[in-house]
């Protein structure tokens, strides 16, 4: 939902391409340092995180699908 704020103005003639781009660039960031400050908070009160590596992210998702019930 980030991208919408920032591709409304660019539509909108309020800010070029590489204006809009570098801005949502920022703002993803900032919105990744919070998720990442949320985390840490919920583990200091004892919620236990999983975190996962990138390279791993494929091998985890494939192991959750493969343990769902199929679809009938």
Do not use: N
């Not at 840490?40 to 494939?62: C, T």
């Amino acid at each position: 939902g980030l991208e919408y704020r920032e591709v409304v103005a660019f539509l909108e003639g309020e800010k070029d391409l590489e204006r809009m781009v570098s801005d949502l660039e920022s703002a993803i960031v900032h919105f990744a340092k919070r998720q990442q400050t949320w985390f840490r908070g919920m583990e200091r009160r004892g919620v236990p995180i999983r975190w996962i590596a990138a390279g791993d992210v494929d091998a985890v998702v494939a192991s959750a699908l493969s343990s769902l019930p199929e679809a009938h």
